[in-house]
């Protein structure tokens, strides 16, 4: 399961660190050192890392759903054969 872990550092800006969990732990902390390598070290993306030390503090971020246009913004429910009759140019 692809889950969102925020971390904190005392020295730089927060970060979003998406992993892949297999197992059903959801205790952030376990989570994050299982991405840590045997010197204590966690890929943050292709060039940069972090030791575990240098983590505050860790949550599990809950994804936030994705807006979309709705009806209310001038968009009307029509059929395909509507939209095409109503905005068909013949070529010259």
């Known amino acids: 399961m692809l889950m969102t872990l925020r971390l ?15 197992d059903d732990e959801t205790d952030p902390w376990r989570l994050l050192s299982s991405q840590a390598d045997h010197e204590g070290r966690v890929s943050l993306g292709d060039r940069e890392s972090c ?19 709705t009806f209310e913004h001038g968009l009307q429910d029509e059929d395909t054969a509507t939209a095409l009759d109503e905005n068909y140019e013949s070529p010259s």
């Not at 904190?8 to 297999?22: C, G, K, N, V």
């Not at 503090?57 to 979309?68: F, M, N, R, Y």
């Open 8 to 22: 904190r550092f005392a020295d730089r800006p927060d970060l979003d660190l998406a992993i892949e969990s297999t």
């Open 51 to 69: 030791r575990l030390e240098d983590v505050v503090e860790v949550s599990i971020v809950e994804p936030k759903p994705l807006e979309g246009p």
